[in-house]
């Protein structure tokens, strides 16, 4: 995943085209209406009102999830088809309704898979990333009743889930969906996916109940379409969805399908007071997922170990940010600094600053342990000493690699369970970067003078010398007058390998990041959605 995901958007993007233009449109219009939110709700709850929709506000997860079993109740429904949703995620609401005698089936078939296995998703795009085929299969022999069918192939396994959630489809008397945007000028949500679970749970069921957050309005249905543009390449590669819906309201005449009724249920959660903070920014992020891709920590430790719905750079921001610091103060610093994951952001979020400033926050109101503080003292001193730094690392690096090389080894270490419970660290090398590159020196010069020796005693004998291949080839300089020559090593490029010639990795520049000042209360420009034409075509 850490690998193939960041190939997949690469490529995307730059099909696409338009990628920095467009990011910046899309941070422009969310600074926009953030600054203007209160408007903008407005006049989304008056269009959906009109269209013949429900429309309810909560201040917390709790208000939400009364709110959502009201309605059910109301109906008298037992049966809950429901879609992928972090904010129901964020709230608990398949618990809430659960303990209330109701029957919830998740209908994505990522989060069905760890819904049988009473687990949390590991990604906000792939809730089943962790899952491998093998272990799938032994679930659905556990908790199906499959007769002579073993499930031997993935065709199998998709079939059984269907044949399941269409039972369910069929008898459900609510359908849940979540939303990737709510559009201000009609009163619409917009929700993408890749199954068409999304449609069937919005228009089987006699009552619709959309959840989602204050934060996922949009201005106009153009700027939703130019969002989608970087949404979904960032998230998963594809230039489109399978299946981007517009939900408009309930069923009307002449209409032959669709709810009866339908709610939308607004989730503040805390929204406001980041929205008057300092981080506001995150309040941009479109849940594409691209920053767990890119983010060596994630791709370390996986998902669960974040302990909360949102994982990877965005979850070590918003977790302290809709809980408290004091709570998840270590997230903040599950950060490498390489800042990948803000060039990858496609809303341009400093998500590497914002981590920076949680852990200012976090030393300034003194929350981590005492002897956490110092041990950071420490470092800075050790590091202001670079014979005594490398000394130490390369110690503990050579311990780490000892430790490593037992199962569950770092889990024994103090203050490491908290990442490790769910998933081990791999082994260390054994030696620090500076080791292996002082070796990788000293085998270039060894080779480099092996091929000098050589070179003499062949033009001593009158023969041309062979040459190595590869970085380590040697280039001999040509006699003006006979008698020995010296050869001179061409610079080797990378860790040298035998027969083959090495390969810098290109460095990768960050794009420039403009000065975000609040956009005044004025026009926006034109979205960027209007009037493109998809550059696959």
């Given at each position: 995943?850490?690998?193939?995901?960041?190939?997949?958007?690469?490529?995307?993007?730059?099909?696409?085209?338009?990628?920095?233009?467009?990011?910046?449109?899309?941070?422009q219009?969310?600074?926009?209406?953030?600054?203007?939110?209160?408007?903008?709700?407005?006049?989304?709850?008056?269009?959906?009102?009109?269209?013949?929709?429900?429309?309810?506000?909560?201040?917390?997860?709790?208000?939400?999830?009364?709110?959502?079993?009201?309605?059910?109740?109301?109906?008298?429904?037992?049966?809950?088809?429901?879609?992928?949703?972090?904010?129901?995620?964020?709230?608990?609401?398949?618990?809430?309704?659960?303990?209330?005698?109701?029957?919830?089936?998740?209908?994505?078939?990522?989060?069905?898979?760890?819904?049988?296995?009473?687990?949390?998703?590991?990604?906000?795009?792939?809730?089943?990333?962790?899952?491998?085929?093998?272990?799938?299969?032994?679930?659905?022999?556990?908790?199906?009743?499959?007769?002579?069918?073993?499930?031997?192939?993935?065709?199998?396994?998709?079939?059984?889930?269907?044949?399941?959630?269409?039972?369910h489809?069929?008898?459900?008397?609510?359908?849940?969906?979540?939303?990737?945007?709510?559009?201000?000028?009609n009163?619409y949500?917009?929700?993408?996916?890749?199954?068409?679970?999304?449609?069937?749970?919005?228009?089987?069921?006699?009552?619709?109940?959309?959840?989602?957050?204050?934060?996922?309005?949009?201005?106009?249905?153009?700027?939703?379409?130019?969002?989608?543009?970087?949404?979904?390449?960032?998230?998963?590669?594809?230039?489109?969805?399978?299946?981007?819906?517009?939900?408009?309201?309930?069923?009307?005449?002449?209409?032959?399908?669709?709810?009866?009724?339908?709610?939308?249920?607004?989730?503040?959660?805390?929204?406001?007071?980041?929205?008057?903070?300092?981080?506001?920014?995150?309040?941009?992020?479109?849940?594409?997922?691209?920053?767990?891709?890119?983010?060596?920590?994630?791709?370390?430790?996986?998902?669960h170990?974040?302990?909360?719905?949102?994982?990877?750079?965005?979850?070590?921001?918003?977790?302290?940010?809709?809980?408290?610091?004091?709570?998840?103060?270590?997230?903040?610093?599950?950060?490498?600094?390489?800042?990948?994951?803000?060039?990858?952001?496609?809303?341009?979020?400093?998500?590497?600053?914002?981590?920076?400033?949680?852990?200012?926050?976090?030393?300034?109101?003194?929350?981590?342990?005492?002897r956490?503080?110092?041990?950071?003292?420490?470092?800075a001193?050790?590091?202001?000493?670079?014979?005594?730094?490398?000394?130490?690392?390369?110690?503990?690096?050579?311990?780490?690699?000892?430790?490593?090389?037992?199962?569950?080894?770092?889990?024994?270490?103090?203050?490491?369970a908290?990442?490790?419970?769910?998933?081990?660290?791999?082994?260390?090398?054994?030696?620090?970067?500076?080791?292996?590159?002082?070796?990788?020196?000293?085998?270039?010069?060894?080779?480099?003078?092996?091929?000098?020796?050589?070179?003499?005693?062949?033009?001593?004998?009158?023969?041309?010398?062979?040459?190595?291949s590869?970085?380590?080839?040697?280039?001999?300089?040509?006699?003006?007058t006979?008698?020995?020559?010296?050869?001179?090593?061409?610079?080797?490029?990378?860790?040298?390998?035998?027969?083959?010639?090495?390969?810098?990795?290109?460095?990768?520049?960050?794009?420039?990041?403009?000065?975000?000042?609040?956009?005044g209360?004025?026009?926006?420009?034109?979205?960027?959605?209007?009037?493109?034409?998809?550059?696959?075509?």
């Amino acid at each position: 995943m850490a690998l193939f995901t960041p190939i997949i958007r690469d490529a995307a993007m730059n099909s696409f085209g338009h990628f920095e233009e467009l990011r910046q449109h899309v941070k422009q219009v969310k600074q926009h209406t953030l600054t203007h939110l209160d408007h903008y709700l407005a006049r989304f709850e008056q269009q959906a009102l009109h269209n013949g929709n429900h429309v309810h506000f909560a201040d917390d997860g709790d208000q939400m999830n009364s709110i959502v079993l009201d309605i059910c109740q109301q109906h008298s429904a037992r049966r809950i088809a429901k879609g992928k949703s972090m904010v129901t995620e964020e709230t608990g609401l398949n618990d809430f309704l659960k303990r209330a005698g109701l029957r919830v089936m998740e209908t994505d078939l990522g989060e069905y898979i760890i819904q049988q296995a009473g687990e949390t998703p590991s990604h906000i795009v792939g809730p089943a990333l962790h899952k491998s085929a093998a272990e799938i299969r032994e679930l659905f022999l556990a908790k199906h009743d499959l007769g002579e069918r073993d499930l031997a192939e993935t065709a199998d396994m998709v079939g059984e889930a269907r044949r399941v959630l269409r039972e369910h489809f069929l008898k459900a008397e609510v359908g849940i969906i979540g939303a990737n945007a709510l559009i201000a000028e009609n009163g619409y949500s917009m929700l993408v996916t890749n199954e068409g679970n999304g449609d069937l749970c919005a228009n089987l069921p006699n009552v619709l109940i959309v959840c989602t957050t204050l934060d996922r309005v949009l201005p106009r249905a153009s700027d939703a379409t130019a969002m989608l543009r970087l949404l979904v390449r960032s998230a998963t590669g594809q230039p489109q969805t399978c299946y981007t819906s517009f939900y408009s309201g309930p069923r009307r005449e002449p209409d032959t399908d669709g709810p009866l009724e339908t709610h939308i249920v607004l989730l503040d959660n805390r929204r406001t007071e980041i929205l008057a903070s300092d981080y506001r920014e995150m309040l941009q992020c479109i849940r594409c997922g691209a920053c767990l891709n890119h983010c060596p920590i994630y791709a370390g430790v996986g998902g669960h170990a974040y302990g909360w719905v949102y994982p990877g750079p965005m979850g070590s921001i918003l977790t302290p940010l809709l809980t408290s610091l004091e709570q998840s103060k270590a997230l903040p610093n599950a950060c490498t600094s390489c800042g990948r994951c803000g060039e990858v952001c496609p809303a341009d979020i400093p998500l590497p600053e914002l981590l920076r400033n949680l852990r200012h926050d976090e030393t300034r109101q003194k929350l981590s342990p005492p002897r956490w503080r110092l041990g950071l003292r420490l470092h800075a001193w050790v590091a202001r000493h670079p014979m005594l730094y490398h000394t130490l690392t390369g110690l503990g690096i050579f311990a780490m690699y000892l430790l490593g090389r037992r199962k569950g080894g770092f889990a024994r270490l103090p203050m490491a369970a908290g990442w490790t419970s769910q998933r081990d660290f791999p082994a260390p090398q054994g030696r620090t970067f500076m080791h292996q590159y002082a070796a990788l020196q000293r085998e270039n010069e060894a080779r480099a003078h092996k091929g000098r020796l050589a070179a003499q005693q062949t033009a001593a004998q009158g023969t041309p010398a062979p040459q190595p291949s590869g970085p380590d080839r040697v280039a001999p300089d040509r006699p003006e007058t006979g008698g020995d020559t010296s050869g001179r090593a061409a610079p080797g490029r990378g860790k040298p390998r035998r027969g083959k010639p090495g390969r810098a990795r290109p460095g990768r520049a960050r794009p420039g990041r403009s000065e975000s000042g609040r956009p005044g209360p004025g026009r926006i420009e034109p979205s960027l959605g209007e009037g493109w034409q998809d550059d696959e075509r």
